[in-house]
């Protein structure tokens, strides 16, 4: 039986393979339904099923960033995550105007590429922290027609997001934050991070100023605190 969200892994490394669908596929709502280790053979199966989610390493031998556009020639609704060792910032913006919406790195907590998959499934985009930081460091032209709604999509916030700007505008940190939600406090900061990319902001004032407005939190706790 399909559970919820269905993901193909495409990399050319058997341990990768074997180490997401162990993570992934104890979820509930997560299904691995193919390993490929090759743009050729992916792109048979995308003719076959139409997954949910494709986890591709565009670096990996076998893939290329050719291979992310294959993907929607194939299946157009499928979206593409990609995950990879450390690339400068031109490789990650390369991907992202080929196609992708999410990208992590190999080395992520398990936690956020659980998240990367159920965001992009959802239809939002998500960075872990690390690759957010370098695309922000990265010089984008805002004209560029590849990124016409890059910044510009309505916002979506996760269940567990909003979770993470309430307790933000409760005063609680990270740490606090990661204790509170059986998480880890990388796995926090990179929700945070998403949260302020998402929101277009730079700081926690605006991510308070943001629940309130949004009645993620009530104003009068504010007003009415005790000190």
């Known amino acids: 039986m399909k ?8 990399d050319n490394n058997q341990l990768i ?8 596929s104890a979820e509930e709502d997560i299904e691995i339904i193919a390993l490929t280790d090759n743009t050729a053979e992916l792109s048979e199966f995308l003719e076959r099923e139409k997954p949910d989610v494709v986890l591709m390493d565009f670096t990996a031998e076998g893939f290329s960033l050719e291979s992310i556009p294959t993907v929607f020639k194939k299946s157009p609704k499928t979206r593409v ?13 390369n991907a992202l105007k080929a196609g992708v919406t999410s990208y992590v790195k190999k080395n992520c ?9 159920r ?11 690390k690759i957010l ?3 922000q460091q ?30 933000i505008a409760e005063g609680l940190t990270n740490s606090q934050i990661a204790e509170k939600l059986f ?3 990388h796995t926090v900061n990179t929700h945070r991070k998403n949260i302020m990319h998402k929101l277009g902001v730079k700081n926690t004032a605006s991510i308070v100023m943001y629940a309130v407005k949004t009645n993620l939190v009530n104003v009068n706790k504010f007003l009415f605190s005790s000190s």
């Open 3 to 10: 559970k919820g969200i269905t993901v193909v892994v495409a």
């Open 183 to 185: 998480l880890s406090p």
């Open 133 to 135: 930081e370098t695309i």
């Open 138 to 167: 990265v010089d984008i032209d805002p004209e560029a027609d590849e990124f016409s709604n890059f910044n510009c999509e309505p916002v979506h916030l996760s269940q567990r997001e909003q979770e993470i700007i309430t307790l």
């Open 81 to 93: 995550v990609a995950i990879t060792p450390d690339q400068e910032g031109t490789t990650i913006i």
């Open 109 to 117: 907590d398990f936690a956020e590429i659980v998240s990367s998959v």
């Open 17 to 24: 393979q074997m180490g997401l669908k162990v993570v992934l």
């Open 119 to 129: 965001e992009t499934a959802a239809g939002s985009k998500f960075f872990c922290g």
